[in-house]
């Protein structure tokens, strides 16, 4: 026999005294628990909490070690530019800051939805918070990282004085600081302007990567078709035109980075747009849980796809790797 609505509360808000802050934090938590279980749900979403708590683990530690390699790798890698180089970590610490923060903090929360216990508001706040903080950074250094390379195309030698390092330090500062602050609008009770400012940014974001990609798109197929027919007359690779080809397959690396977040942040917005309209149910909670699985997967696949894409950082990886089996040889013998 199900409880009455209000004995469901109670679990988990605890009557105190009547304050401004204390309803405006249980109007929150209201819509927060809509997307989260509680331990009621635990016949229904066993098997969900079970493969998502797999699923995360086994991902967990390939991010970790992953980006980790990925970091030392764009620090040694001394043929790409600076600027760049700057906006590749900054991604790249907020994928180890997933892996090492949000996604165990995720699979404790499924155990504890396993062991019917139920997380208190507090836990998921903190939980929203730092999810937010790095999936934010995530998506600002996706963008960034995206206009860098528009940049470059656009305009070429002019790149790197108009591109200036400490230009870019300070954008990619900006970008934390930014994340930070509208993580923590919910402490302040904004979360109604925090979710403003994501769906506006979020928008606005997802319009100009598109219009900047257009433009590359025509611009990199234009400077294609005047290096292929320089080839054809002179027989043999320029400066210019290894410098295309390098420019090229960093592009081509963002891009394929910025399909990756879209396709595995997607799951995650249907999800929660469908609960905003149509309400809470087993069924949604359970596309909720696994989105932000594939949330998560978004962090594993960064590092793959740069070392498919540019071959100076798979090789920086793959010496790395030769140097760790050597010593571990060595050390053995």
């Given at each position: 026999?199900?409880k009455?609505?209000?004995m469901?509360?109670e679990?988990?808000?605890p009557?105190?005294k009547?304050?401004?802050?204390?309803?405006?934090?249980e109007?929150?938590?209201?819509?927060?628990?809509q997307?989260?279980?509680?331990?009621?749900?635990?016949?229904?979403?066993?098997?969900?909490?079970?493969?998502?708590?797999?699923?995360?683990?086994?991902?967990?530690?390939?991010?970790?070690?992953?980006?980790?390699?990925?970091i030392?790798?764009?620090?040694?890698?001394?043929?790409?530019?600076?600027?760049?180089?700057?906006?590749?970590?900054?991604?790249a610490?907020?994928?180890v800051?997933?892996g090492?923060?949000?996604?165990?903090?995720?699979?404790?929360?499924?155990?504890n939805?396993?062991?019917?216990n139920?997380?208190?508001?507090e836990?998921?706040m903190?939980f929203?918070?730092?999810g937010?903080?790095f999936?934010?950074?995530?998506?600002?250094g996706?963008?960034a990282?995206?206009?860098?390379?528009f940049l470059?195309?656009?305009?070429?030698?002019?790149?790197?004085?108009?591109?200036?390092?400490?230009?870019?330090v300070?954008v990619?500062?900006?970008?934390?600081?930014v994340s930070?602050?509208?993580?923590?609008?919910?402490?302040?009770?904004?979360y109604?302007t925090?979710?403003l400012i994501?769906i506006?940014?979020?928008?606005?974001?997802?319009?100009?990567?598109?219009?900047?990609?257009?433009?590359i798109?025509?611009?990199?197929?234009r400077?294609k078709?005047?290096?292929?027919?320089?080839?054809?007359q002179?027989?043999e690779?320029t400066?210019?035109?290894?410098?295309?080809d390098?420019?090229?397959?960093?592009?081509?690396?963002?891009?394929?980075?910025?399909?990756?977040?879209?396709?595995?942040?997607?799951?995650?917005?249907?999800?929660l747009?469908?609960?905003k309209?149509?309400?809470?149910?087993i069924?949604?909670?359970?596309?909720?849980?696994?989105?932000l699985?594939?949330?998560?997967?978004?962090?594993?696949l960064?590092?793959?796809?740069?070392?498919?894409?540019?071959?100076?950082?798979?090789?920086a990886?793959?010496?790395?790797l030769?140097s760790?089996?050597?010593?571990?040889?060595?050390t053995?013998?």
């Amino acid at each position: 026999m199900p409880k009455p609505e209000h004995m469901t509360k109670e679990i988990f808000f605890p009557r105190r005294k009547s304050s401004k802050r204390i309803v405006m934090n249980e109007l929150f938590c209201d819509e927060l628990f809509q997307h989260y279980p509680s331990s009621l749900d635990l016949e229904d979403l066993r098997l969900t909490y079970i493969n998502n708590c797999v699923l995360n683990s086994f991902l967990n530690y390939h991010t970790i070690i992953m980006n980790a390699l990925m970091i030392h790798a764009i620090r040694r890698c001394s043929s790409q530019p600076q600027t760049w180089k700057t906006f590749l970590l900054s991604l790249a610490v907020s994928d180890v800051g997933l892996g090492l923060v949000v996604q165990p903090f995720y699979t404790l929360l499924l155990v504890n939805w396993l062991q019917q216990n139920d997380s208190g508001c507090e836990t998921i706040m903190i939980f929203q918070i730092l999810g937010n903080l790095f999936s934010t950074a995530s998506f600002l250094g996706v963008v960034a990282l995206s206009a860098d390379r528009f940049l470059a195309v656009q305009l070429h030698l002019r790149y790197l004085v108009v591109v200036t390092h400490k230009r870019v330090v300070a954008v990619v500062i900006s970008v934390w600081v930014v994340s930070g602050i509208v993580s923590l609008l919910t402490l302040w009770n904004l979360y109604e302007t925090q979710r403003l400012i994501r769906i506006t940014g979020g928008v606005i974001g997802l319009l100009l990567t598109v219009l900047m990609y257009t433009k590359i798109y025509f611009v990199v197929r234009r400077h294609k078709i005047q290096i292929q027919t320089l080839r054809l007359q002179r027989g043999e690779q320029t400066c210019s035109m290894l410098s295309f080809d390098r420019l090229f397959n960093s592009v081509s690396g963002t891009f394929y980075v910025y399909l990756a977040f879209l396709v595995c942040y997607l799951p995650h917005i249907i999800s929660l747009a469908a609960i905003k309209m149509n309400g809470s149910n087993i069924s949604l909670k359970e596309l909720f849980l696994y989105s932000l699985s594939i949330l998560y997967l978004n962090s594993s696949l960064n590092p793959f796809i740069y070392c498919w894409k540019l071959r100076h950082i798979r090789c920086a990886i793959m010496d790395m790797l030769r140097s760790l089996a050597w010593k571990r040889n060595r050390t053995s013998n």
